[in-house]
């Protein structure tokens, strides 16, 4: 057995403010005592202020003695503090010798990094360890943060088990799993079930605010497990909730809601759409005063808003209304959050995202509608969804109380207005035509929302799916688990209990069977399986048949991407000597990642804007049009390719049947077109989605970092991979920041979180210079160079004066300096494809190279100026200066045009883009 470091002794120096190693029992080489590790957890949470509720303090003796716990108490009763105490148990228990670690699970990534960081400060960096599939950190530790699919899939390969001893220090002795509700969701619910059947020695702490009636769950778990299970219910918020249903115009709901200090009011709406639609109607309603909107402009302060909706956002914010969504780039989403927390905004429109836990402090919930699309059709809420967002009302230690509105339907609010108006005038009340609910629309009512304020969270319903990844996760238990699974080491064994002890219906487990054999007899055609006989003393003929794998599973296949394996693949099938390779490197990488859709459906609308535009300019009649259209769609640049490829490595490496490549160009779409994040955003209209983008982005960024072999790093595809970090770390540099700090996240000798958990919620990281990083500058710089070449290429000359036109290139100039080449060679004179883009067709040159023969850092006519003139007579590339010559691909093949200039490095760093002013354009 192995003790981590930070548990051997007790340490002899005082700990950081926080942290709970002092408060660990001494170790006895027995079980900790039950009275011993409460006290001293109690000890620790008064110490920080945080003295325990006495649900918290039942639900922590339960854990401390050994049972099972479900806990059910409201949103803001401190769940997260019961978690950690269940920890500290377990990690008492280890230090005793009793081996065994503790498992994390949320539904989200975001919330095991938050979860993470929160115990690296509680319990220090060598105890605590993360994996989320993208991201593994100290994977070995004693706790461990992780995604609740990471659990699932290990539970099924039977790793981390715990056997009957509890002495194995890898054995996953206690399982916290948060937001437990998503056991009822309809993708995902499988990985909330599967430790349930298939950990029976492992301890549960079961969390949520609105499970609903768990009588079925409790005694299962119990029946399965041998160990009680208890129920922590019933709990009374320490801030109560008051409900109400509001028949009022909505801005004068808002307006009251703050003139009576009942503010902070967050304004739930269903699409991000409303959200921001609301925002922008609020601002003719005064919720700040002068003074109050002085504090908010202080604490902006110098925050960089960037085009697009940043610049809508400032101006929601300086007038006293935050937006919050999911779409947001992460640093506007934590700059509301700050703005809230100081009590600088006054009211928030956001979506229902705020039900999964999203920071920001909340006196009021109002709902402006009780119906919403579930990506089918639209219905009503849930109980269990209005429950979820109802609980963000009120916060503890600032409210005594929490309000919950729900808004009556737009055309009963004006119906009610209309009568009010008409008064008692029968004349004016026969007149008035009553309002209906729109044509088609699902209608709500007083009745709804009574009925979901008074009814209970719905029942959990199990989600249990068979897959591919399921069987094979099976397949690929060792007989290292046959001390813990006995019989059910065996894949056959283990696959029958998974498909009789599930929870759902016998005609469901019918169909799981059925799935089963289905996915049994691929892995035969493959060649990936192969019936053996094991031996059995209790069957007459001393064995039993079972099947087994006859290759070798990729490490960790199901834990992360399933498809880069594939994509490591379909390298081979790129030349690393075409000119479009580092493109085509880009697009196997993106083919493997998820879609996203709003960028797609961008793409789509803007490829179809444009065959409409083609087609009416030929001629077609509308209805050959609409047909022609459906074939119009994203760019999926070497679908060709890797589609069939696909087909053929699935069928010798069954793990990805239930994955498929989407190819796709979103980077390579940039790289092509030079655009930069604003001008994608702007170009597909993704203004309200812009975070989605960025995490795309950043999910492409790291894929590159991590997938592509050596043999494929040429210098161009390394150029790549850190323009696009150095993209993203300029546009928003948390999430880059975050992955990367995940791998040295703390003061090992402190133990305490350092940087970016001593950061301020909300702050942005200081900006790194543009041309800090010399390889992403240079693709700027081609980038800024190959946009006019497209330009040009279309004889856009009015985008070209819009570039360069203050230094003296306007559209006149740019059309003089290439009138004779279209002359020349037609329409097409200037090419824009890969050979245009070729490295060797773009000449840079740094501070202290000589210039080419003929060459100047002048521009054409410009009078000798100071050192420049010295620099010129010497041939040399000024200091603070890079000289650029970028070649045409004329249409003849001459190669004897071009384009140069001259980028100025401070100006680009101060400007935060690539600043460059044209010398030339013409002959060589």
């Known amino acids: 057995m192995t003790t981590s470091p930070d548990l051997a002794t007790t340490p002899a120096t005082p700990r950081p403010a926080g942290t709970l190693l002092p408060y660990l ?39 401390m003695t050994g049972s099972h716990v479900v806990l059910a108490t409201p949103t803001g009763s401190g769940k997260s503090m019961v978690a950690m105490g269940a920890q500290f148990a377990a990690l008492a228990a280890r230090r005793s010798g009793l081996g065994g670690r503790t498992f994390y699970t949320a539904p989200l990534k975001a919330l095991v990094s938050e979860k993470f960081f929160d115990l690296v400060a509680a319990f220090g960096s060598r105890n605590v360890g993360m994996m989320t599939g993208d991201s593994a950190v100290n994977s070995d530790a004693p706790i461990i943060c992780c995604t609740a699919e990471i659990l699932a899939n290990l539970a099924l390969r039977g790793s981390g088990a715990e056997g009957a001893d509890g002495a194995d220090d890898d054995a996953i002795a206690q399982v916290v799993m948060d937001e437990f509700h998503f056991y009822g969701d309809p993708q995902r619910g499988w990985a909330w079930q ?13 969390m949520s605010a609105t499970l609903g009636d768990t009588t079925r769950l409790r005694e299962d778990v119990e029946e399965r497990t041998g160990r009680p299970v208890a129920e922590v219910a019933g709990a009374e918020r320490p801030v109560p909730l008051t409900f109400s249903y509001v028949v009022e115009p909505l801005n004068e709901v808002i307006s009251e809601l703050v003139t009576t200090h009942r503010a902070p009011v967050y304004v739930v709406h269903f699409t991000q759409k409303d959200a921001v639609e609301r925002a922008q109607a609020l601002l003719s309603t005064p919720l700040a005063s002068k003074d109050e909107k002085a504090a908010i402009a202080a604490e902006i302060g110098a925050f960089r808003f960037a085009t697009g909706f940043g610049k809508t956002l400032s101006k929601f914010l300086r007038a006293g209304v935050g937006v919050h969504h999911a779409g947001m780039l992460p640093k506007y989403r934590r700059l509301v959050e700050r703005l809230t927390q100081r009590g600088l905004l006054k009211v928030v429109c956001g979506t229902d995202t705020l039900g999964v836990g999203i920071n920001v402090p909340i006196r009021t919930v109002l709902l402006t509608s009780l119906v919403k699309f579930d990506g089918e059709r639209m219905r009503h809420l849930t109980a269990r969804e209005f429950h979820q967002i109802s609980g963000r009302a009120g916060r503890a230690g600032f409210d005594t109380v929490g309000e919950v509105l729900v808004m009556a339907p737009e055309h009963v609010v004006e119906n009610r207005k209309m009568l009010a108006k008409a008064g008692d005038d029968p004349k004016k009340l ?135 394996p594939f994509a490591l693949a379909a390298m081979d099938l790129l030349d690393a000597e075409s ?165 040295n996240p703390v003061d090992d000798d402190a133990d305490t979180v350092v940087e970016g958990e001593l950061a301020e919620v ?35 000359y009015d985008a070209l004066e819009r570039l360069d036109g203050s230094a003296g290139w306007d559209g006149d100039a740019w059309s003089d300096a290439l009138e004779e080449l279209f002359e020349a060679q037609g329409d097409d004179a200037i090419g824009i494809g890969p050979q245009a883009r070729s490295a060797a ?14 060459a100047t850092t002048r521009g054409a006519g410009a009078p000798p100026t100071g050192d420049g003139g010295d620099d010129d007579r010497h041939g040399v590339v000024q200091p603070g200066t890079w000289w650029v010559r970028q070649v045409l691909d004329d249409a003849d093949g001459d190669h004897d045009r071009t384009v140069t200039a001259l980028v100025d490095l401070a100006a680009s760093d101060e400007a935060g883009q690539v600043v460059l002013t044209i010398l030339d354009v013409g002959r060589l």
């Open 762 to 796: 909300g702050a942005e990281a200081p900006a790194r210079p543009v041309t800090g990083n010399p390889r992403a500058f240079r693709r700027l710089v081609r980038n800024a160079m190959f946009r006019r070449v497209e330009l040009a290429a279309r004889e856009d």
């Open 841 to 854: 067709l773009l000449t840079i040159l740094e501070p202290g190279a000589a210039l080419p023969a003929g």
């Open 25 to 63: 029992p001494a170790p006895t080489g027995g079980a900790p005592d039950p009275d011993t590790l409460f006290e001293g957890f109690g000890t620790w949470a008064a110490a920080g202020g945080r003295p325990l509720y006495p649900h918290q303090e039942e639900a922590l003796l339960e854990l």
């Open 430 to 564: 026969k007149k008035i035509v009553r309002k209906k609910a729109p044509s088609g629309s699902v209608n709500w009512t007083d009745s709804t929302y009574e009925r979901l304020r008074d009814a209970d969270p719905e029942p959990l319903t199990s989600q249990f799916r068979v897959n591919h990844a399921m069987v094979l996760n099976v397949l690929a238990r060792t007989r290292d688990s046959q001390a813990v699974h006995g019989d059910a080491a065996d894949p056959v064994e283990a696959m029958r209990h998974l498909l009789t002890a599930n929870h759902d219906t016998e005609a469901q487990r019918s169909a799981h069977l059925r799935q089963t054999f289905r996915i049994y007899r691929s892995l035969r055609v493959a060649g990936v399986v192969e019936k053996v006989r094991v031996p059995d003393d209790s069957r007459p003929a001393g064995y039993r048949p079972s099947v087994r794998l006859v290759v070798d599973l990729p490490r960790d296949f199901a834990l992360n991407a399933p498809l880069s």
């Open 194 to 206: 599967v430790p349930l059947l298939e950990m029976p020695n492992t301890q549960f702490l079961l």
């Open 579 to 743: 000119p479009t390779h580092a493109l085509d490197v880009v697009s196997v990488i993106e083919a493997t990642l998820d879609d996203p859709r709003q960028i797609l459906y961008g793409q789509q609308n803007k490829a179809r804007g444009e065959a409409v535009a083609a087609m009416k300019a030929e001629g077609m009649e509308y209805e050959e049009r609409m047909e022609a259209l459906e074939d119009v769609t994203w760019p999926r640049p070497l679908a060709d390719v890797l589609e069939p490829a696909f087909d053929v490595y699935k069928r010798t490496n069954p793990w990805v049947a239930d994955a498929q490549p989407a190819p796709k160009s979103v980077v390579r779409d940039m790289l092509e077109q030079a655009m930069t994040f604003a001008e994608l955003v702007s170009v597909y209209g993704l203004e309200r989605t812009e975070g989605v983008v960025l995490r795309y982005l950043a999910d492409a960024y790291r894929a590159l970092r991590q997938v592509v072999p050596e043999e494929h790093r040429t210098e161009e595809v390394h150029e790549v991979v850190e323009w696009l970090g150095e993209l993203v770390r300029g546009v928003d540099s948390s999430l880059l920041d975050e992955w990367e700090r995940l791998q």
